[in-house]
């Protein structure tokens, strides 16, 4: 079973009179518990692309399959379900409660979901992003490599089978964008959730497996990243001449 599979995705915007085919007919597959990144130049169609895959936007043709499930046809609620339970996004500004603390962010989604989180999971959670010290912190005044990584455990807290990450280290310094990364591997390894992560720097990048790249609106290459930021740099300018 795949975690997602993208089969045939196009996506064209409108506006003042003109069109831009941002995505023609992309095809993804992202196997069950393997990390994957998208690379690509800004305006390429990343963030449109993972707007699709999460059900946030509606494809112009194309299917989506979230744990072997189509999208197509899900009504808004059972959308926002699937995004609940299924599919944990990571926001680039984080978009946690300001003056809930750090534990009350990463167990929201269970309350939503009618249950609390049992405790050992989220003491886990905790320790997996190193949060444990500050986990009755508000989160207004945490820094911004902690927001990132109560972001990261809120995302994992419903254990779902794909983590969905928008450009997660764009605000970050290098030695927080690095911590990150090293948290989401760990994850990854230790829970066995897949990951599609979006970025344009090949050091982030260079924590999945699997880099595809995206350039007008069709995969150029996808390559082993062999978590080397040199290879993963070069590989992606020889697919972006
Ligand atoms: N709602 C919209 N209406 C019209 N055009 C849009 C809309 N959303 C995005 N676009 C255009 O689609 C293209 C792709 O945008 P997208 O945000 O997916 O790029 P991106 O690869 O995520 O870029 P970045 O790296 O800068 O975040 C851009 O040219 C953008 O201007
Ligand atoms: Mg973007």
């Known amino acids: 079973m795949n975690a997602l599979e993208a ?10 009179g003109k069109s831009i085919d ?23 169609g990343k963030s449109t ?3 699709l895959l999460a059900g946030l936007l509606p494809a112009d043709s194309g299917s989506v399959f979230v744990s072997g499930q189509p999208l197509a046809g899900l009504s808004d609620h059972a959308l926002t379900l699937l995004r609940r339970r299924t599919v944990g996004i990571i926001f680039q500004d984080f978009n946690l409660i300001p003056t809930l603390s750090v ?14 989180l049992p405790k050992a999971h989220l003491d886990n959670l905790l320790n997996l992003v190193g949060l ?24 994992f807290a419903m254990e779902p089978r794909i983590i969905l990450a928008d450009e997660p280290t764009g605000n970050l310094d290098s030695p927080s964008a690095t911590l990150f990364c090293n948290t989401l591997k760990r994850m990854n390894a230790e829970l066995g959730t897949a990951i599609l992560l979006i970025s344009h720097d090949p050091q982030v990048a ?36």
């Open 7 to 16: 089969q045939a995705l196009s996506k064209t915007f409108h506006s003042d």
């Open 22 to 44: 941002v995505l023609k007919s992309i095809s993804l597959v992202i196997p069950e518990g393997e990390f994957h990144a998208v690379m690509g130049p800004s305006g390429s």
């Open 49 to 51: 692309l993972l707007n």
């Open 103 to 116: 534990s009350e962010n990463i167990a929201l989604p269970a309350l939503l979901d009618g249950h609390p």
């Open 132 to 155: 444990t010290h500050r986990a009755d912190q508000p989160a207004e005044k945490l820094s911004g490599g902690e927001a990132q990584r109560t972001a990261i455990a809120r995302a």
């Open 206 to 241: 260079a924590a999945a497996e699997t880099i595809h790249v995206l350039k007008d609106g069709t995969i150029r290459g996808s390559f082993a990243s062999e978590h080397n930021a040199t290879h993963v740099a070069n590989r992606y300018l020889e697919l972006m001449a």
